[in-house]
Each structure stands twice: as C-alpha cells, then as structure tokens.
C-alpha cells in the first residue's frame, strides 16, 4: 500500500437518525404548522376591528349629532328673540317706512298713540302694531291693504294666544270687538286685525302682521 492510498478515508454516507431529526427540524420550523394564530395575532385583529368599528359610529354619529344640536340651537335662537322683544314691550313710535312696506300696515297719518315692535325667527317674522285713529282712518287702513270694513266680523278677535301673551294686549269682555284676517300668498304677509270698536269714532286697531321667510 503506497503512502498516498494511507491518508485515504473513505466518506460515510449520512445516517438515517441524522436525515430524521433534520426533517423534525424543517417541520417545526415552517409557518402555519402551528397549530392555529398566535394570541399575539388574534388581539391584533381584534383590536383593528374594533378601531374600524369606532371610526364608523364616529364618522355616522357626528354629523347627525351636530344637526340635532344645531336645530335645537336654532329654536332657542327665535324663542331668546321673542322673549326679548316682549321683555322690552311695545315701543311708543312709529315702525320705519320700510317696516311698513314690508309687512304691509298703511298706518293712516292721523293716527295717535302708535306703539310696535318687530320679532324675527326660524319661522317666521311679525310686526306688532297698535294705534288709534277716527273712523275715515281706519277706512284708509283696511283699504290700503287690500280689504274693506265690511270684512271685520262684530265680536271676533283673530289675535291668538301666543301674540297676547308676547303683547300683553287685552281682548276680553265689555269690549266692542271686530276682526277679520287679511290673507296673502307667500312671500307677503298675512295680518291679523283686531278692533276695538266700543268708540266707533275712535276705534283702536291692533295688528300682527306675519311674513315667512
């Protein structure tokens, strides 16, 4: 035997307990041989569900909030005018000339004693008028806005509830009453008129003009 065929060895093939344990190795290893998702994945997908969740209830739940208040605000803002208006009573002048034209109330220019004020809401917007003239004059009136005497209904008072209480005016019994409701299509004002006809050459005239915006 020469030197060289000494320092041969010859190679072993790889035992099979060797080749066994690499594949338990391999197995183990490989994802989604596991045996289900890890805690630390099922808390994160519930977590991002429930994220989702909260930004829909947030983006459908805001704005309808904000309508809700929004209305509500609204309404308080005519109802804070109102009482405002009626805290600080009728004033002794006359209304403007373009209140007038608005609101269509001809006052006659004898007329004494004239007291008004305006209130303005979501609703709508009245003009309350009070004042005295002759008999012509509240001819001139009623004619100036379209209507007539013979349109006031004797014991009729067409103001209701809710301006009296705004206005303070008494329209109850021993009184000479007359009153008609002069209507007009939208955007003009509809006034309710109410006399006071108990000196028919004095009579008092109250009107709540109303327009809606």
């Known amino acids: 035997m020469t030197a060289a065929e000494h320092h041969i060895v010859p190679r072993q093939p790889p035992s099979s307990g060797s080749s066994g344990s690499a594949g338990s190795s391999d197995s183990t290893g490989a994802p989604g041989d596991g045996g289900g998702t890890p805690p630390q994945d099922r808390r994160r997908v519930i977590r991002r569900r429930l994220i989702t969740l909260t930004i829909i209830v947030l983006l459908i739940g805001i704005p309808a909030g904000y309508l809700v208040i929004s209305a509500g605000q609204s309404r308080r803002s005519g109802k804070d005018k109102e009482a405002e208006a009626a805290a600080q009573g009728l004033r002794e002048d006359w209304p403007s000339g373009m209140q007038r034209r608005i609101f269509e109330l001809p006052i006659p220019g004898n007329a004494i004693g004239v007291q008004y004020y305006e209130t303005n809401n979501w609703k709508a917007s009245r003009m309350y008028v009070k004042f005295r003239t ?80």
């Open 134 to 213: 002759t008999s012509a004059g509240l001819d001139r009136f009623l004619s100036g806005m379209g209507t007539g005497r013979a349109a006031l209904e004797t014991g009729k008072v067409t103001i209701g509830e809710r301006d009296i209480k705004i206005t303070g005016w008494y329209f109850g019994p021993g009184v000479d009453w007359a009153g008609t409701v002069h209507k007009n299509k939208d955007p003009r004002p509809t006034q309710n008129i109410t006399v006071n006809m108990t000196d028919p050459a004095a009579p008092v005239v109250y009107v709540v003009s109303a327009a809606t915006p």
